[in-house]
């Protein structure tokens, strides 16, 4: 057995990341990585992340570096992406307007809790890796 | 609809992480953040990966602190598991049979670069969540 890998392009690392809708990012603040799991939306190039106000992704990835990865992993066919970028918080009602738009819920729809605050990461980086089995 | 929320206890943590078998491992090199999905074993408190010699995934990690996630997430049922740890490459004769005696495969098995460096992961930290939805 062995495994054939071929790198994605650009255009068809975005096409992936448009299909799914969880991904995890990570951070490195002060040289201390974490890692996240959370729902996403990719529209034009960027990537949106709701989260709740003062939570610990939103403190560790505001304008810093993140990567961030989305996979899927089946018997014979594999895809990976990972991104490069940084990570804002939304604060003009434009780029809210904008990440609405995208209509990402949350895994966690929380009534108590509610993630209202938007990260937008803006891209630098892309890409992606596609693994076929073959016999 | 709502979400429940519950902490795992550390055991449970342990338990999901001996169900899966991918994760997500996370560097901040140089306040650089990384993500490599990885295939991995979870053995006797310890999480152990396959690479290549030469790895940017080998370089990255290397005596450096990591944190490494596996989830696994449906429509009704959700888990997440996260570990904090460092990253060391094993080079001793005993801690290789160890790390070979958990029988990990990789998904990528390639004999043109087989991944025959072994990192272990020492876990500093394990906390895991689990996500039921509620009517």
């Given at each position: ?31 201390e ?57 939304l604060?003009?009602d ?37 693994f076929?089995?073959?016999a």
């Open positions: 057995m062995s495994l054939n890998v071929t790198e994605l392009t650009e255009a068809e690392s975005w096409e992936f990341l448009g299909l799914q809708d969880v991904g995890r990012l990570a951070t490195a603040a002060a040289s990585p974490e890692i996240f799991p959370v729902n996403y939306a990719a529209s034009n190039g960027r990537i949106f992340v709701r989260t709740a106000p003062g939570s610990k992704l939103a403190e560790v990835a505001v304008n810093g570096k993140v990567a961030f990865e989305v996979d899927q992993l089946g018997p014979e066919l594999a895809y990976s992406v990972v991104v490069k970028g940084s990570a804002e918080i604060e003009h434009d780029d809210l307007v904008d990440a609405e738009h995208t209509g990402l819920m949350t895994y966690q729809e929380n009534e108590d809790a509610p993630k209202n605050v938007w990260l937008r990461i803006s891209v630098s980086e892309v890409s992606g890796r596609r076929v089995r073959v």
